[in-house]
């Protein structure tokens, strides 16, 4: 087993996930005034580090991936916050892209930017506790996208990314995004993104990738946001395992999740019956952001100093979820 394998395996197994707390100071700042408190480090670092020393960091988080200043910052208890991460056996990660820009030759679309320089910024993150990275390849869905230019370009950012982030001895989390936006159905959801997922491996096969040592981070199968077909839970589940049994090696330890806009009730059901009908071997779980902290956040934003009651809420959603990994969930778990 190599080193990075046995980094994938420890994030991902014993019914834990990832925590996504690397939002960027802009989409944390949208994340705060939508609950009106004042986005400044102070703020943000209490939010995060609340999250960092809830009991149920030890049995449901194997993994955090946080954003440049987070990493930096040295939490109430004097550690640095990888060191904290590290006391409750969670891995500290690291979201390395420097975010998605215009593309050019599609302007509608978007290509993730940061390769320049970044194997120097990769030891400074390793140096600083990280062991495992994230990058996010954004993809629109209509007729005409994502374009052939789109699938290739960030297929080929994502693979770059990932040899230098394994050369590096830590984690790539691959992490091609289909957007929820759209009245798509879930068919065409399942087409794109196995189009999306294929040229992504296409791309990490060529840039010699252990394929043992990468997550991936996909989007459910999913109708769009405004489409008129709305389809059961149990078809996502069944929809989401065939587009990954057709398109990822079975090289891949796991799959994590993101929630991509999912209330946190759906993106733990749908994850629950993914698991349920999980006929595959890779780990099923999650690495969510906002299905994850989004009532954690409300229940904070009333009185930022109440830390016990808002790791509560947390600890709860995240218990939800590990139980998810397990097809051990329930509705009336959440009102107990
Ligand atoms: P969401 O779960 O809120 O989609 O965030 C996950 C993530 O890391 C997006 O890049």
């Known amino acids: 087993m190599s080193e990075l394998n046995k980094i994938a395996l420890k994030i991902l197994s014993s019914g834990k996930g990832i925590l996504a707390a690397d939002e960027s100071n802009g989409t944390m700042t949208k994340r705060l005034d939508s609950v009106n408190v004042p986005s400044n480090p102070e703020n943000r670092l209490l939010f995060r580090e609340t999250l960092f020393s809830a009991n149920g960091m030890k049995d449901f988080i194997g993994g955090v991936i946080l954003y440049d200043e987070t990493i930096n ?31 050019a030759g599609s302007t509608e679309e978007k290509i993730t930017e940061g390769l320049d320089g970044l194997r120097e910024r990769l030891k400074l993150y390793y140096k600083l506790g990280a062991r ?10 209509s007729d005409k996208y994502p374009s052939k230019l789109s699938l290739h370009s960030n297929a080929h950012a994502l693979a770059r990314y990932s040899a230098l ?12 995004e289909v957007l929820m936006d759209g009245s798509h159905s879930a068919e065409a959801c399942l087409k794109k993104t196995s189009e999306v997922i294929n040229k992504c491996f296409e791309e990490l096969i060529i840039h010699k990738i252990d394929l043992t040592g990468i997550i991936l981070k996909p989007n459910m199968i999913l109708p769009g946001t405004t489409s008129n077909k709305k389809i059961p839970s ?39 019956l993914i698991n349920k009908y999980n006929d595959t071997n890779f780990i099923m779980t999650y690495s969510y952001g906002r299905a994850l902290q989004q009532s954690a956040l409300k229940f904070w934003s009333k009185d930022i100093k109440n830390i016990k009651g808002t790791q509560k809420v947390f600890d709860h959603r995240a218990n939800m979820c590990s139980l998810a990994t397990q097809g051990k969930w329930s509705a009336e778990l959440e009102t107990k």
Do not use: H
């Not at 495992?132 to 869905?141: A, E, L, S």
């Not at 982030?165 to 091609?176: A, F, L, Y």
């Open 165 to 176: 982030v394994q050369e590096c001895g830590m984690v790539p989390i691959v992490e091609p």
């Open 132 to 141: 495992f990275t994230k990058w996010r390849g954004v993809y629109n869905i």
């Open 73 to 103: 910052q040295i939490s109430n208890s004097k550690k640095t916050i990888p060191e904290l991460i590290s006391t409750t056996g969670a891995v500290p990660g690291i979201k390395v892209d420097t975010g998605a820009k215009v593309l």
């Open 234 to 272: 149990d078809e996502i589940a069944k929809l989401t395992l065939k587009c990954l049994k057709e398109n990822v090696p079975s090289d891949v330890p796991g799959i994590a999740f993101l929630s991509g806009g999912q209330t946190e009730i759906e993106a733990t059901e749908n994850l629950n």
